[in-house]
């Protein structure tokens, strides 16, 4: 290589065998990092000043509800454009509809809260949440696809995921203490800027993404009809339809991912509605309001931070062993009903920092059953259809705990509930050991 080419930013990634490795799979990972975290200051920043208007928090609880199930309805239509779609041109035109809010946020911040502006307010939280659900989704993808080979299936689960927990971290911090200045509109300029690099990175180091499409294009659909040159145009209605019956072809076909399916809904049930919930039941402790908030601070950033922790314990992990997700999972139980038991407000935030290490091992288990059952050609579809599956029990869950916890109690109402959570896993355990031995044996 001469020293003139070196020089170029995309040098080595222009190089033949550069398609996967670790300096392509960086050149993708860090950028999308930031714009993650972007994405995530700013819900955070707007959750706080929704609130700040009459009725907030039940303005809030709408639009958090109605973003959720636009966005994963949204993730669920595009998935199979995406599939098919140039990863340059994709990645580029969903960093520029982010921005667009974020723009917009600049002005919504420098006035007071009315009708309009809270109406205002709530289409840039859906628009960020639905931009950000599609982009983590396309940049997993992407992510899986250029990760080196000898990376094990965990470790390329984790990082390619990561993005999330760590914006769980940051943004509470970063938007936080804008807030806390004064300096709201700064929020809104921070994560713009945090968008804008991200784009520029994208233009700047092209290549993996070009090579992700080649090699996409080159390759056919498996399992899904319609992937095929040949195949007639359909609407997108009929298209979505097609698109997740094939995919639930796909998940059926493989013993593991329907576990994970039923599985997933479980882990969802009980460990983010608990999040969600927690500052009443924090409340249930009397203690000062003060202190309460300051409490509830402490075990968010905690779960984060055990999130990261055990992400990073993981990486060399190779084991793809679903009973260690299960363990793990029941143990996250086990935690939460001591936190119920125990009557006593110091336990919680050791808890969550346990509770965040121990669900990274659902999602690198997890995550590496997915990425070794799911063709690639068709990964955006398929895991499309288990998000909008998998996620549905968290609305359900945030219901059950916020009217159940508001009737008898929310340390008894979670008790119960975590219990019945136990069992379930337990019998679709056994049920799914047996049917794996007796196809063992057949």
């Known amino acids: 290589m001469t020293a003139a080419r070196a020089s170029q930013p995309n040098a080595r990634l222009e190089e033949p065998e550069a398609g996967r490795g670790t300096l392509p799979f960086l050149a993708v990972w860090v950028p999308s990092l930031g714009a993650v975290v972007a994405s995530g200051v700013a819900m955070f920043a707007l959750s706080w ?62 006035t007071g ?31 899986a696809d250029l990760a080196p080979a000898d990376w094990p299936g965990p470790r390329v689960a984790l990082l390619t995921q990561l993005h999330t927990q760590i914006s769980r971290v940051a ?21 713009l800027a945090l968008v804008l690099a991200a784009l520029v990175m994208a233009l700047l180091f092209a ?11 080159s390759a056919a659909g498996p399992g899904l009809a319609g992937d095929a040159p040949t195949a007639p145009r359909v609407g997108l ?32 049930l ?16 009397g203690l000062p309001e003060q202190a309460q908030a300051v409490l509830f601070r402490d075990a968010a950033s905690a779960y984060g931070i055990g999130l990261l922790l055990g992400s990073l314990a993981l990486m060399r992990y190779r084991q793809r062993r679903l009973g260690a997700a299960a363990l793990a999972f029941a143990a996250i139980c086990g935690l939460l009903l001591t936190v119920t038991i125990a009557g006593q407000d110091w336990v919680i935030v050791p808890a969550m920092v346990l509770s ?65 959570v136990l069992v379930t896993l337990a019998v679709i355990w056994w049920r799914f050991v047996w049917a794996t031995r007796r196809a063992a044996t057949a």
């Open 49 to 110: 000043w929704i609130t700040r208007s009459p009725s907030g928090g039940a303005h809030l609880g709408l639009i958090v509800g109605l973003s959720s199930v636009l966005s994963l309805t949204t993730m669920m239509v595009v998935s199979g454009i995406l599939d098919h779609a140039d990863r340059r041109r994709a990645v580029l035109l969903q960093l520029a509809l982010m921005a667009a809010p974020l723009i917009a946020l600049l002005a919504i911040f420098g």
């Open 113 to 143: 809260q009315n009708a309009w502006t809270v109406l205002a307010a709530g289409g840039c939280y859906a628009a960020v949440l639905t931009v950000q659900t599609v982009y983590i989704g396309t940049m997993e993808s992407i992510g």
């Open 171 to 191: 943004a509470p911090m970063v938007a936080g203490g804008l807030v806390a200045a004064g300096a709201l509109r700064g929020v809104s300029a921070v994560s």
């Open 207 to 217: 290549r993996p993404f070009d090579v992700v499409t080649a090699r996409h294009r």
């Open 237 to 268: 209605l009929r298209r979505t339809l097609r698109d997740a019956k094939a995919s639930l072809v796909i998940i059926r076909s493989h013993r593991e991912l329907v576990f994970l399916v039923w599985f997933g809904i479980l882990a969802n």
């Open 270 to 285: 009980v460990v983010a509605p608990f999040y969600a919930v927690l500052p009443a039941f924090i409340k249930e402790y």
């Open 356 to 420: 965040g290490a121990l669900f990274s091992v659902l999602v690198a288990v997890g995550g590496a059953a997915w990425l070794a059952h799911t063709p690639a050609p068709v990964r955006m579809r398929v895991f499309s259809l288990r998000r909008l599956v998998v996620f549905s029990s968290i609305p359900l869950g945030n219901v059950l705990m916020g009217v159940g916890g508001f009737v008898v109690g929310y340390r008894l109402f979670i008790r119960l509930l975590l219990i019945l």
